[in-house]
């Protein structure tokens, strides 16, 4: 049986630490590599950056991986020097009027046995289909690390017919969740262009593929109300809702940060149960805006005063670093990266910003990062002391008008340098 839960707009929401008056401008660390650029056209197979992840190989950490989406040009596996070594296509549309596959966010899920035997897998969310697509990672494969291993049975997350997925209020963002007390594995995922949450419990399959049941669903809020007595709602398309993206849940303590885009950072309990709390919320909060159809953007009007201090709109890739043990949340209104302490019980009080700028006129930095992910571990010679991984949606240079994308490698003990303390 599925629960459902929904969350009224009466939220609790703790103060964030202050950023002093007049502070300077974030520091900046530089990437030490990039991967090729990814064009969203048919010349480039529509291959968008999303959202990565990283694989650690413990038999040989020179030999980790870094798996990343490219919406409808399905999943791209990187070696540590960015090069790539796999290209998997995202499932073709069942029907000459339906919607493609389209790979959005991915995460990993460490030593399951849900395939029979000890397995890594890499959980990515299928837009397109409305379905998670599930592959094995094995480091003895060089040339193709990654394998499917999704349960020909799976069906759509939110949507019941094909007609329904077409207009794509489908699974958007994923993060992956293991419950130590029971050992058993979850895909927390968001439904796009909507409020709602999904829990979904990742089950063996026959012949060792994997397949998933929802186990409950929250919706959050959509309007809130202000301090002068008003309601506040996102500006968006008519009908579409503030739809959550970046979302990582921390296996010390089993809280999801949920960062709904044009609003602020959830925080909640990753089993869906309980009061979500918003931890902080985006500069751009309480601003009312007017839906220009012509344009289709929103026109600002006058701020009220009543946003966070920190985020600029859209709030998107979110991961964990342990050492110190920070949130780090990408805000894509002002290309910059903002550091939460990863304790609750200081209200993961605001700790440092930073940027990721050009470190030379071939290798530029990350602006309107989207997915981002750390790996505070080891992982050889290059990056002895782990690896953060960001989206860049605006490669340069750009070849001429064409969409490009792709993700950037820092070392970790730069970033540390400015988060830390």
């Not at 300077?24 to 056209?41: F, G, K, S």
């Not at 296996?251 to 940060?257: C, E, I, K, S």
């Amino acid at each position: 049986m599925t629960v459902t839960v929904t969350v009224t707009a009466a939220w609790a929401m703790p103060a964030a630490g202050a950023t002093p008056a007049g502070a300077a401008a974030p520091p900046a660390v530089q990437p030490r590599a990039e991967t090729a650029a990814l064009y969203d056209d048919e010349a480039g197979g529509n291959a968008n950056a999303d959202d990565p992840a990283i694989w650690r190989n413990p038999a040989d950490p020179d030999r980790s991986l870094v798996v990343a989406t490219a919406k409808e040009g399905g999943l791209r596996v990187y070696d540590l020097a960015a090069r790539e070594v796999q290209s998997i296509a995202a499932p073709p549309a069942p029907g000459a009027d339906d919607a493609p596959g389209r790979f959005n966010n991915v995460d990993l899920v460490l030593g399951t046995r849900l395939t029979g035997a000890r397995a890594d897998l890499a959980v990515v969310s299928d837009r397109g289909h409305d379905r998670l697509r599930i592959y094995r990672v094995d480091g003895d494969r060089p040339g193709a690390p990654l394998k499917d291993v999704t349960d020909p049975a799976a069906r759509p997350v939110f949507n019941t017919t094909q007609d329904e997925i077409n207009e794509q209020r489908t699974v958007y963002g994923l993060a992956t969740w293991t419950d130590p007390r029971t050992g058993r594995s979850y895909a927390l995922v968001s439904r796009r262009s909507d409020t709602r949450l999904a829990l979904l419990e990742l089950t063996p399959g026959r012949d060792g593929t994997v397949g998933y049941r929802t186990v409950r669903t929250l919706t959050l809020p959509a309007a809130f109300p202000l301090p002068d007595g008003t309601t506040w709602t996102p500006c968006g398309e008519p009908g579409e809702l503030p739809q959550v993206e970046g979302m990582v849940v921390d296996p010390a303590n089993g809280t999801l940060y949920a960062g709904q885009e044009d609003v602020g950072i959830w925080r909640l309990s990753a089993d869906l149960k309980g009061r979500p709390v918003l931890m902080d919320k985006v500069r751009e909060f309480g601003v009312p805006g007017t839906y220009d159809e012509e344009t289709e953007e929103c026109v600002p009007g006058a701020d009220p005063g009543f946003g966070g201090e920190h985020l600029a709109a859209d709030v998107e890739g979110l991961t964990l670093l342990d050492r110190p043990a920070r949130l780090l949340a990408s805000g894509q209104g002002d290309n910059t990266f903002v550091a939460y302490d990863r304790e609750v019980s200081t209200g993961n009080a605001y700790r440092a910003a930073f940027r990721i700028t050009a470190a030379s006129a071939t290798l530029d930095g990350s602006e309107v990062c989207d997915g981002a992910a750390v790996l505070d571990a080891p992982l050889g010679k290059r990056y002895p002391k782990g690896l953060l991984v960001v989206q860049d949606g605006q490669e340069t240079p750009a070849a001429g008008d064409r969409e490009s994308t792709g993700f950037k490698y820092v070392d970790l003990r730069d970033v540390k340098g400015v988060v830390g303390g």
